[in-house]
């Protein structure tokens, strides 16, 4: 017989959200990875945290609904508090029974900044790579490096003479600013919005904007990435960004490092070679000679580097697209960066399942 199209009211309920959730479900293997890796970040939140006074948002919880922001590219904290509200796999993810209120999102944000103080997501990042199931997948003698473009959260008419000078927009809401003819530099001028940011240029022939580089080092047998590093948009962010973060892999003996064009200069490659690492990185013969020879690049490790290296992409592609970073929602250089830093540990946890499931 038909049914009947009518609403009941507040009834009890003996089913928690677990219920819900199917025994399949692809984020069950990774809230398994997410407990286990904040299980051993407990000491960090103990060293941030009083001991004493009214309770605040749980770090734990904090952290799995920001990974649900990246998980499900919700643009904004607040959308991310709503959705929480009627979304019961939301809810199981985070750890919050059926009718457990959600936090206001002026609160969630407060509480979100202190976890800025102590590079809680650069921790998160490395303990769930420490895991001794995740540790099996990944190399310790092989890595790429890359970075790309965040696009910061400020729009070009805050680009603004440092000493006060220059016209002021036309009345109005959104007043016009006519900046033809007019020379703007990171000398001169910053952003009043987000003064972080700097003014560049990706190649010839696009346009500028104010934006960060975002840096990733990716371990080469599966793709993961190991660390992240967030600078200033500079013409050689890329490479001291790359040299910090091959630093801090420890070794027993030489790495090799692959990267593409813009990383082959001659100081560059000294330096990475006083850090015994051998530098796999793309020759640039444009109207000069590269700063790598055939003692290099006659090696077939060299071929499989290069090869290996464009998988980078596919982690660019995942943060900026689905992580919603193509143009930050953040300002200030430390909040990208965390942001970034998280994002990336997300595409971490998208993966590792899967590459957990085919592992002998």
Known sequence: MRGVDEESGALFSYLSPDALVPRDHPLRAIRRLVDAALARLSPEFERIYAPTGR????????????????FFSIRSERQLMEQITYNMLFRWFVGLSMDAPVWDVTVFTKNRERLLDG??????????????????????EHFSVDGTLIEAWASMKSFKPKDGSGEPPSPGRNGERDFHGEART????????DPD?????KSAGQGAKLCYMGHLLMENRNGLIVDTETTPATGWA???????????????????LGADKAFDTADHVDNLRRLRVT???????????????????????YAVSQRFRKRIEEAFGWIKTTGGLRKTRHRGLGRVGWMFTLTAAAYNLIRIPKLLAMAP
Do not use: C, W
Request: net charge positive; aromatic share 2%; no cysteine.
């Open 238 to 256: 890329e490479r001291a960004a790359a040299e910090a973060m091959i630093e801090e892999v420890p070794n027993a003996g030489r790495v090799t």
């Open 55 to 70: 309770g605040s948002i749980a770090p734990e919880k904090l952290l799995r609904a920001l990974l649900l922001q990246a």
């Open 279 to 301: 530098p796999h990185v793309a020759q640039n013969t444009a109207n000069r000679r590269s700063a790598i020879d055939r003692r290099t690049t006659r090696h077939p490790g």
């Open 186 to 193: 990171n000398d001169t001028h910053a952003s009043t919005t």
């Open 119 to 140: 590079d809680i997501a650069g921790g998160f990042l490395r303990t769930i790579l420490i895991d001794p199931a995740v540790k099996r997948l990944l190399s310790a």
């Open 197 to 201: 940011a700097r003014l560049y240029r």
